[in-house]
């Protein structure tokens, strides 16, 4: 057994590259590949998950802990960073004889990873964690260093992706001493509805697996009504989505031995007990998709 980025994990027999140039991050591969790749998006920590990549290669995926910002050549924030860096990454793992692919994405890695199956039709599940419905504005600066005026966290061929702005006037709040976003997403949502259309991530131009994991105690924004709002768009166009909900775990979702610190910032909300509840149902769901 290892620690490796807040996990312990028992480890199968793999090769672990790190990759430098147009696609960034670790490569994970299992001694006894199964046809699966999978993309694993961290959210706004920037972090390379190496150590979610490894629970996915125990199970035979070829995985790609993927640096998709903040690297050689990448934007320092999340901004403007364009959707060809996940369409590059999946090309990787097709090159690596994965006939299959999958993303699991956290927060704004889960924006990401809805948006590239939506624009990529070779992605066949997309995991998303305390997602969004919506694009929203950049976090942090772009290649030119400046954060604000606010412009899309996403382009695609070039084009920015519309998105709901940000109220600059909107106070914080807090919870156990630390600052609560919730508030901000829905006082945004309220008062930019003409902008929410055109930003509204249109899931239902994927012919992908769904799986979207929420909890209903999210202090950082509200996954659980984006969730809920991904569930009925899919519906309202004949399409399913599956939902994993837990109403008393956070923004921060603990797979089977994960111990993922939380921010010392920013508000998750949920506590250890229940964002790990959440994440093994929503791991039975994920390891049943990638054993099909």
């Known amino acids: 057994m290892i620690e490796d980025a807040g996990q312990d994990i028992e480890l199968a027999n793999h090769s672990q590259v790190d990759l430098a140039g147009e696609v960034q991050g670790t490569l994970v591969i299992p001694d006894r590949p199964n046809e699966w790749g999978i993309l694993v998006l961290s959210g706004s920590s920037g972090r390379v ?3 979610r990549a490894l629970l996915f290669a125990n199970l035979g995926v070829t995985s790609l802990a993927l640096r998709w910002f903040g690297g050689e050549g990448q934007p320092p924030g999340i901004c403007e960073v364009p959707l060809e860096t996940f369409t590059l990454a999946v090309d990787g793992l097709r090159r690596h004889r994965c006939k299959r692919i999958a993303i699991i994405g956290t927060s704004k890695g889960a924006e ?7 624009h990529d039709k070779r992605v066949e599940a997309v995991f998303a964690i305390s997602p969004t419905s919506v694009i929203w504005g950049n976090i942090g600066p772009g290649h030119d260093g400046v954060a604000w005026p606010e412009r899309s966290s996403w382009t695609w061929n070039g084009t920015p992706l519309p998105f709901v702005p ?14 609560s976003y919730r508030g901000l997403f829905e006082r945004c949502l309220e008062q930019f509805p003409d902008d929410v259309p055109a930003a509204t991530i249109p899931v239902e131009l994927t012919a992908a697996r769904l799986v979207v994991i929420a909890g209903g105690r999210d202090a950082l924004w509200p996954s659980d009504v984006f969730a809920q709002s991904i569930i009925q768009r899919r519906q309202m166009f004949g399409m399913q989505a599956d939902l994993i909900y837990d109403p008393g775990a956070g923004h921060r979702v603990l797979l089977p031995g994960e111990t993922t610190p939380k921010s010392a910032l920013h508000a998750h909300g949920g506590n250890d007990e229940a964002d790990a509840r959440l994440g093994k149902a929503a791991w039975a769901v994920i390891t049943k998709v990638l054993r099909s």
Do not use: M
Request: charged fraction near 15%; charge should be negative; proline fraction near 8%.
């Open 49 to 51: 998950e190496v150590g």
């Open 166 to 179: 940000a109220d600059p006037s909107w106070q914080p709040k807090y919870q156990d001493g630390l600052i």
């Open 112 to 118: 990401a990873a809805l948006l590239t199956a939506v």
